[in-house]
């Protein structure tokens, strides 16, 4: 990988996990107001691959045999990456403290080490191992997981979930996109998973709720369509598709490492926008989470997906495809 594809493809995917932090400040007014989160999801979804949908076809050219040629892997990027993930964090929400659902599905970047090494039966390079294991403790000083008692294995159980669907998810993205533009696979797989939320909330598995009352939004009185219209611009049109794009150039191992800083992103722009005050301990995560990013690239390997995407992709996806199916309630990119 040439360095000036590299530095496109980081911009790129910092670009991305700015703009998946931002929907926090956004979407709490919505569900304050009566709006239930698969419901909230589905139109973000919508929203998102609605606004991305003329760019998609210009990148086409009109032309929707590359869309149908890559149908399983619109349907992957649908089911795991649109629903799957958020589905399970919204259903691990239920039953375990937030902060712990976030580390579970934030764990996906150390998932993609294991399965690789799993899989290619060569362990990961010491630096890579010591850049996850960084990480992994920067995450936890962000988060901050708390919530004393035994915790619900249930809920347990679904923040796994998330985080086996959010690797999936940088698998998918990360794979040859051949002649299917990565804003094509965006758009897609928001529409298509946006249709399949709205198909669960229809069966009465779980809550499926609007409200079209005004809410507050950073200290004003707005429209509901106003924090919806933000999130489906920044946190939904604009992230999906470059975090797809970072996912292509850099690789899904990388690109998931990076995927890490939506969660100091979030909790900057909760500074920013609603003063909720940085912890100085947060402050500190951050910093180790970029350190860990950078042992992680320090790699060769790192420019890599790893074993080749197919292969993770078996290994993934398709286990997802068929689990997320069977599920109650449930966001992921958040």
Known sequence: MDRRHLTTGLIVAVV???????????VKPLLASGWSPVAAVA??????????????????????????????????????????????????????????????????????????????RRRPAGIVLIGSAIAAAGLVLVVSPSGGGALDPLGLLFGVLAMVCCAGYFVIAAQPSGDLPPVALAASGLLVGSALLGLLGLTGLVPFTASADDVVVLGGVVAWWVPMLVIGVVATAVAYATSITASSMLGSRLASFIGLLEVAAAAAWAWVLLDEALTPWQLVGGVLIVAGIVAVRSDAGADQPGPSPEVLASTLADPVERSSTTVVDGPPRR
């Open 16 to 26: 991305a996990a700015a703009s998946f932090g931002v929907s926090g400040p956004f």
């Open 43 to 120: 139109l973000r979804a919508l929203v998102g691959g609605a606004l991305l949908a003329p760019v998609a076809l210009a990148a086409l050219r009109l032309d929707l045999r590359p869309i149908w040629r890559a149908r399983r892997r619109v349907l992957g990027m649908a089911v795991v990456g649109v629903a799957g993930t958020q589905v399970f964090y919204f259903a691990a929400i239920q039953h375990i403290p937030v902060g712990t659902a976030i580390l579970l599905e934030y764990m996906a970047p150390l998932l993609l080490v294991a399965v690789a090494w799993a899989v290619s």
